[in-house]
């Protein structure tokens, strides 16, 4: 990492020395010579200290701006481009290829007056849509540096955060979890009424829009900018940004008081404003404990004894600390689970029979399978549930989604992500037969992960299906379950090249080319597929597929020759095929 003074950009101004009246020193009695000659070294440090304290002095006058750009710098620069170099410094924390960045930044405790944050955000984190960059950062690790005593500086001083991104500031709680909670309440004996009573106290006190979680980080902040919808992308950002900086006069970036005039700027977008929140707020005492699970000076026992305090309370409440528990106990390696004091606490817990009993029975009762294979996982991390029992609960839960009318896409890609160790294999031929019967092609899609050779043969049909929702669930399939057999690749690719819709032909070479095929007689159908492909978004999706694959065994000049001669042109300029016409240039 650069040291923090190039992070920061200081410019240290203004020149020390002494300016020698050398005539004056000749007229001075030699023992005048020898003392200053005795207390050189003595004048010098201090004239340094001196120069050097007026240069911490003149930085110090700055306002610093600290930036975090995972996905458009237009923002930052735009900005640094208008703002005063001699009262702006500007901090970039993000260190490109070091995951620890934001710690990093912690540690050099680097202090911010405004923040900007830019990159794509999906209420967890915020991202790049660019392939080549891999930073990101999850709101856990800004919770991580706002709750650590450590990293106080970060975010304390702020006076404001801007954060380019969509929803940051969105202030619509999914109604998934209220939902789930009533529901649990009513079927547990309470009234209707007393359960919708529940939930709103429960949602009121753990806030769960993406406002609420901005405002827990950056608590006591005066001033926030966000999106409450979609936010304008990098270079429409920095537009807007150069005509508020056009205007006649500006408001000073990081006074701590709401920019009217930039409000104004962006008024055809989203962007409103809030402030973080307070010591007063309801939530505060949530965000208190939301802190105890990232609050370095816990002991990994202690905040196991927290997390057995959540779980005495109500379900319905510990299941607001879902995500925060499942966090903290996959941070636990082995190792530390054989410390004495946390096989103690976990322990304790796991002999907690009436919270099991309550916890369980609330995770059977969750409908969105998802969650109900994370609860049975926590359960499981908790001492709840033996690795057999664990197996049970999770094929009870696949008989479960399995009897419904339908399963989703999302449904059938959770059960082969739980078989993906083929650990419920076994479990295919306990099941009931009126769930193995019948030809609807999700059922047959989850069986196919449950090992059944059957489905599997179901799957490579309905990869070249005319319904789109048929290719949707062999897409699910084989990315979880990619096709090995060299003769099941050659008819998959001799049935897409037979295919009459030009979108699920489109979506299955799609599916195909994640294989990276090295076959030559299947790579050879899919290329003869080109010339008589009707859609450029086949011929696109050809591209793609003979890209991924050895395409230098292509690198013929009859290939290049049809590839130019047969390509639908299509508005937008340069593809995916003119990409392919260069490669095979360059290995031919």
């Not at 304790?348 to 969650?371: H, K, M």
């Not at 989604?401 to 059960?415: F, G, K, N, S």
């Not at 030809?439 to 070249?464: F, I, K, Q, W, Y």
Request: proline share 4%.
């Amino acid at each position: 990492m650069k040291d923090l003074q190039n992070r920061q950009e200081f410019c240290y101004s203004g020149e020390s020395g002494g300016g020698n009246d050398e005539l004056a020193v000749r007229r001075r009695p030699v023992r005048r010579m020898s003392w200053l000659l005795t207390n050189f070294a003595k004048i010098v440090v201090a004239v340094a200290l001196l120069a050097a304290a007026a240069s911490v002095a003149t930085a110090a006058g700055k306002r610093t701006v600290c930036t975090i750009t995972v996905n458009s710098a237009d923002e930052k620069e735009t900005l640094r481009r208008h703002l005063p170099k001699d009262e702006y410094q500007f901090v970039e924390l993000v260190e490109r290829g070091r995951p620890d960045w934001l710690a990093s930044a912690c540690r050099q405790q680097v202090r911010c007056d405004a923040l900007i944050v830019s990159g794509h955000f999906n209420g967890t984190e915020f991202f790049s849509d660019q392939l080549e960059v891999s930073e990101f950062l999850p709101v856990q690790e800004m919770e991580r540096a706002s709750c650590a005593p450590s990293c106080a500086g970060l975010f304390s001083q702020l006076k404001e955060v801007y954060l380019f991104g969509c929803n940051t500031l969105n202030t619509e709680t999914t109604r998934t979890l209220a939902t789930e909670i009533e529901r649990s309440l009513v079927r547990a004996g309470s009234s209707r009424v007393d359960a919708e009573r529940v939930s709103y106290a429960l949602m009121r006190r753990y806030g769960q829009s993406n406002r609420d979680v901005t405002r827990r980080v950056f608590t006591n902040v005066p001033i926030i900018y966000g999106f409450s919808s979609r936010a304008p992308v990098g270079p429409t950002a920095a537009s807007l940004l150069n005509r508020y900086f056009q205007s006649s006069s500006v408001d000073r970036l990081g006074n701590g008081g709401v920019n009217r005039k930039l409000l104004a700027s962006f008024s055809s977008s989203s962007m409103t404003v809030v402030g973080g929140m307070s010591a007063t707020d309801p939530q505060a005492a949530y965000r208190e404990e939301a802190c105890r699970f990232v609050d370095e000076r816990l002991s990994p026992a202690q905040k196991l004894d927290f997390i057995h305090q959540v779980l005495r309370r109500g379900t319905a409440e510990s299941r607001m600390f879902l995500d925060r528990i499942e966090g903290f106990l996959s941070s636990l390696d082995e190792a530390q689970r054989q410390e004495q004091a946390v096989a103690e606490a976990l322990g304790a817990i796991a002999r907690d029979g009436a919270a099991r009993d309550r916890y369980l029975t609330y995770a059977r009762d969750v409908d969105q399978a998802p969650i109900r294979a994370r609860m049975t996982a926590v359960a499981r991390d908790l001492g709840w549930l033996s690795p057999a029992d664990y197996r049970i609960e999770i094929v009870r839960m696949i008989e479960d989604l399995l009897a419904r009318p339908t399963m989703t896409a999302a449904e059938v890609d959770l059960v082969c992500a739980l078989n993906d160790d083929r650990s419920l294999d076994p479990a295919l031929g306990r099941l009931d037969a009126s769930l193995v019967a019948g030809n609807r092609v999700d059922r047959a899609a989850a069986l196919a992960c449950l090992g059944s050779p059957e489905h599997h043969g179901r799957m490579l049909l309905a990869l070249t299906s005319p319904s789109p929702d048929e290719v949707r669930m062999a897409e699910v399939y084989f990315h979880r379950r990619p096709i090995t057999d060299p003769d099941e690749l050659r008819v998959v690719a001799a049935s897409i090249a037979h295919m009459n819709s030009a979108d699920a032909q489109a979506r299955a070479l799609e599916v195909l080319a994640q294989h990276r095929l090295s076959d030559t007689e299947s790579l050879a159908e899919v290329t003869r597929l080109f010339p008589v492909a009707g859609s450029v978004n086949v011929q696109r999706a050809i591209a793609g597929l003979i890209i991924r694959s050895d395409y230098r065994m292509l690198a013929k000049p009859e290939t290049l020759r049809m590839l130019r001669e047969t390509r639908l042109r299509a508005p937008g300029g340069e593809d995916i095929i003119d990409i392919l016409i260069r490669r095979l240039e360059a290995s031919s």
